[in-house]
Each structure stands twice: as C-alpha cells, then as structure tokens.
C-alpha cells in the first residue's frame, strides 16, 4: 500500500527533543529508497530539513537529524526552540506510483 | 540564485481548464527532473505530476491522470501544468519544485519551491 504514515502531530518543551516517525512500506522506504524532511511554516512554501536519509543542507542547524532503518525512518530535532513550531513531512519515491509519495504531516507544538 | 516561479492561478468553473507555468532562472533548466506538488486548504503536500529532464517521460498521481498534462520548454526554461476538468477537490496551492535526484534506486528530493500559485475551482 502506498501510504506513508506520520503522527497528526507532537509536542515538547523549549530544550527537549522530539522524533516524528515515518512508516512506509515495500514498495517505498522498504524497498530502498531514499527518504526525505521537509519544514513548513505557516504561510510559507516547505524547505527541505533532511535529504538522503540523514543528509542536512547547507544552514539547517545540526539540532535537525534523519535517520530510516526497514520499512521507516525519524526526525529527532533536540535543543527544541519555539521557531521549530511547523508542520514537517517526510517523503520519499513509490514504486506502485512511478512518483513521490509524502506523509499525511506532522504539526509540532513547542509548549 | 535559483528561483522557479508559478503562475497562472485563479478561480475557474468545475469542468473547465487552466494552464499553469512555472519559470525558471539561477540553473540550468534542462539537466533537472521538475515537478508539480499542491496542497488543499489545511491538508498536507500531494504529488501531482513528473516530467523528466529532456521531457520524454511524464508520470501523474492518479487523481490527475487523463485530465491534467505536465510539459516544459527547455529553450524557454519553463514548465507547466494544463489543468482540463478541474474540480471542487483540485483546489488547492501548486507548488513546482525543482526535482534532485537521491539515493541508487531512484527518485528525487526537492531542494528548491516557489511561493506557489493557488487555484480555486468553483461555481
């Protein structure tokens, strides 16, 4: 099935750390491929957090990591700020599609 | 810098057309796979549609297939999105990433997006 499932959403204090978790399934993150994070502040066009599994651009700060292991992958952003308050989505290639797959997006709350 | 840029948006009828463009400008258009994304009002990013870098080949998400076709100019480094039989659940903001490609097997991430241009379908 080609569905990636997120949690609607998640929450922590300033300081702490946080993971959103990415589940696919074989014909997406299981059968290899790439997953990818993306930020998106209200109001504004995603940017991309996370490329290649565990790769960051140039300017995301390192509290940002990815990581995939099977059939999923996470987001754990530590040292949690108040600007991190977005909506994040993983995504990655489908096979059964012949395209780009996304998660349902996870909206974080920093408390 | 690099920069892709939509337009072409608007309020049109359930079961009429719109054409979308996307340019281009900071790289070089034609050596890189483009896109189409959007999002519904409050709803999360869909895929909508692929073209390849040389424009020979093109995939779709299946909500689209048969009404919507995605091209580009390479000499004009524009890409586009002709919308025919829109309806209520197309309404949405179009966003045309520029595609990186990733990883062994395939498939691409999207390190650059315009502001998006927003269509509304609607009587």
């Known amino acids: 099935q080609s569905v990636l499932t997120q949690p609607p959403s998640v929450s922590g204090a300033p300081g702490q750390r946080v993971t959103i978790s990415c589940t696919g399934g074989s014909s997406n993150i299981g059968a290899g491929y790439d997953v990818h994070w993306y930020q998106q502040l209200p109001g504004t066009a995603p940017k991309v957090l996370i490329y290649?599994?565990?790769n960051r651009p140039s300017g995301v700060p390192d509290r940002f990591s990815g990581s995939k292991s099977g059939t999923s992958a996470s987001l754990a952003i530590t040292g949690l700020q108040a600007e991190d308050e977005a909506d994040y989505y993983c995504?990655?290639?489908?096979?059964?599609?012949?395209?780009?797959?996304f998660g349902g997006g996870t909206k974080l709350t920093v408390l | 810098q690099v920069q892709v840029v939509e337009s072409g948006g608007g309020v049109v009828q359930p079961g009429r057309s719109l054409r979308l463009s996307c340019a281009a400008s900071g790289f070089i258009f034609r050596n890189f796979a483009m896109h189409w994304v959007r999002q519904a009002p409050g709803k999360g990013l869909e895929w909508v549609a692929l073209?390849?870098?040389?424009?020979?080949?093109?995939y779709y998400a299946d909500s689209v297939k048969g009404r919507f076709t995605i091209s580009r100019d390479n000499s004009k480094n524009t890409l586009f999105l002709q919308m025919n039989s829109l309806r209520g659940e197309d309404t949405a903001v179009y966003y045309c990433?520029?595609?990186?490609?990733?990883?062994?097997?395939?498939?691409?991430?999207?390190?650059?997006w315009g502001q998006g241009v927003v269509v509304t379908v609607s009587s």
């Open positions: 990433p520029r595609g990186m490609a990733s990883g062994h097997y395939g498939g691409h991430y999207y390190d650059y």
């Open positions: 290649g599994n565990d």
């Open positions: 995504q990655t290639y489908d096979l059964s599609l012949s395209g780009s797959l």
């Open positions: 073209i390849s870098s040389d424009g020979d080949v093109k």
